[in-house]
Structure formats: structure tokens, C-alpha cells
């Protein structure tokens, strides 16, 4: 089908409109993470910081789709446990022990995040001194090349969920790559934002945290084959921001009459 005959199609743009709408969110994930990490580099190299990670993901993202026939490689299975989980009461086993490529990169993202996460988390309950992302009088903890390479490593983890929900979702590859670029587009406009807001509200950061130990923990078990619908993820993270912007409002209200 040609571009003219997409355009013509109403299908073809309801099925745009969806895939966009899926890659913005699904995108979420990934500028959390890079608010987060960029926001522990010196205040002049945050904003390079951001560009190059963003870039970097729609690099992949493109690349990606250039090898549709490598991402089918992908989802074949790779290896097996020698062993069977346990089955259940509806005669299905809760997870599965053979595994892709796909899986294997799932799962060590999410081991990744989940420890990424938990480090920092411990870093800022800890008492004693350290180079913590709440505390604003600590010294810098990372250099300009650890957080390019750590942004690169989750870029291509999310990339590849990204990619393969893509071609789950449409057969048109003119379709994917505007709704990736589109996705994309819209995380770079609101990298700058999203990583202010973050840095200048402590409490957000550890929300923030706890997502990321939340996707984590998504992204092994969807590498061991238990789905969690994505409505419940990020049903829970909007239920948990909308708690923690009543928390903020309470508080600036707080302020507020105090200083009448």
C-alpha cells in the first residue's frame, strides 16, 4: 500500500492516531528514567544530556524498525530450563521457562531498573553523608559518560518493547516510523519540564523511584512470560500522582498561610 493510499484510508489513521497514543506512554518509562539520572550531572550538561538520550532512543527505535525480519528473530525462542513450572488451577503454568532474545533483554532491564531504583532509594533513607538525588547540597555522583552509557543501556530495553508493540499493532511500516518519531518528539519537548519539576520537588523523586522499581519488576516478569496488563501500571502511577499533587497543594497551602 502506498502513502497516498495510507492517507486515504481511514483505517490507516485510526490505527496511527492508537500506535502514537501507545508510544507516548510507553515512552513515560524512559523519560523518567532520563530525568532522573540527568538530573545528577553538573546543571550545564543536563539539558546535552537529555538531547543526546532522547536522540539516542529514536536511533534505536528507526534502526530497529529498519530490521523487521531481526526483530522476528527476537520473539523466537532462544533456550529452556530443563524443567516445568508448576501448573495451576486452570491447567495453565503461571509463567515460562523458555525463553527469546526479547526475554532476555526484558529481564535484564528490569534488573537493571530494579536495582537502579533500590540503590537510590537506599541512598536517600540512609543518614550518613552521600551523593543522594534528594539531597541538593550533595556533590555530583556520576560523570557525563556513565550517564550516556547507563541512558543508552534502558534506551535500548525500552526501544525493543517499543518496537515489537509496534509491529504487534500494525502491519505498515510508514505507520510505525511516524508514530515513533511523533512519540519521540513529544519526550523531548517534555524532557526539560518533566526533569525540572522532578529536581525541584524531593517528594516527586521518590515517586519517581517507586515507579521505576514498579516497571522494573513489569519488565522480569514479562521476560518470564506472565503478562500485567499496562492499564494497571499506569493506573496506579496516575492514582499515585494525583495522591502526591494533593500532598504538594496541601503544602504550599500550608505555606501560604503561614506567611499571612
Known amino acids: 500500500m502506498t502513502l497516498l493510499e495510507l492517507a486515504a484510508d481511514p483505517a490507516a489513521w485510526a490505527a496511527l492516531i492508537?500506535?502514537?497514543?501507545?508510544e507516548v506512554v510507553?515512552?513515560?518509562d524512559n523519560l523518567v528514567f532520563i530525568s532522573i539520572?540527568?538530573?545528577?550531572?553538573?546543571?550545564?550538561?543536563r539539558t546535552k544530556a537529555r538531547r543526546i538520550g532522547i536522540s539516542l532512543a529514536l536511533i534505536m527505535r528507526l534502526a530497529l524498525l529498519s530490521t523487521l525480519a531481526f526483530l522476528?528473530?527476537?520473539?523466537?525462542?532462544?533456550?529452556?530450563?530443563?524443567?516445568?513450572?508448576?501448573?495451576g488451577a486452570d491447567g495453565h503454568a503461571p509463567f515460562d521457562l523458555a525463553f527469546s532474545?526479547?526475554?532476555l533483554i526484558l529481564i535484564a532491564g528490569g534488573l537493571f531498573l530494579v536495582w537502579k531504583a533500590t540503590t537510590e532509594i537506599h541512598h536517600s533513607v540512609d543518614p550518613r553523608p552521600s551523593d543522594d538525588l534528594l539531597d541538593k547540597k550533595a556533590p555530583v555522583a556520576m560523570n557525563f559518560g556513565a550517564a550516556i552509557f547507563q541512558i543508552l543501556m534502558i534506551d535500548l530495553v525500552?526501544?525493543?518493547?517499543?518496537?515489537?508493540?509496534?509491529?504487534?499493532?500494525?502491519?505498515h511500516l510508514p505507520i510505525m516510523i511516524i508514530a515513533v518519531i511523533t512519540a519521540v518528539t513529544v519526550m523531548l519537548v517534555a524532557s526539560e519540564p518533566l526533569a525540572n519539576f522532578i529536581n525541584n520537588n524531593p517528594t516527586v523523586v521518590m515517586l519517581a523511584l517507586g515507579f521505576l522499581l514498579m516497571i522494573g519488576a513489569v519488565l522480569i516478569a514479562?521476560?518470564?512470560?506472565?503478562h500485567v496488563p499496562k492499564g494497571y501500571i499506569y493506573g496506579a502511577m496516575a492514582f499515585s500522582a494525583l495522591v502526591e499533587g494533593l500532598n504538594m497543594a496541601s503544602r504550599n497551602a500550608a505555606k501560604k498561610r503561614e506567611g499571612q
Open 158 to 171: 525500552f526501544s525493543v518493547d517499543s518496537i515489537l508493540t509496534a509491529v504487534g499493532m500494525t502491519d
Open 26 to 28: 510507553l515512552g513515560i
Open 37 to 45: 539520572l540527568t538530573n545528577k550531572l553538573p546543571e550545564e550538561q
Open 18 to 22: 492508537t500506535l502514537i497514543v501507545m
Open 101 to 103: 532474545w526479547r526475554d
Open 72 to 87: 522476528a528473530g527476537l520473539t523466537a525462542t532462544v533456550f529452556q530450563l530443563p524443567f516445568s513450572p508448576p501448573v
Open 222 to 226: 514479562e521476560g518470564f512470560g506472565v
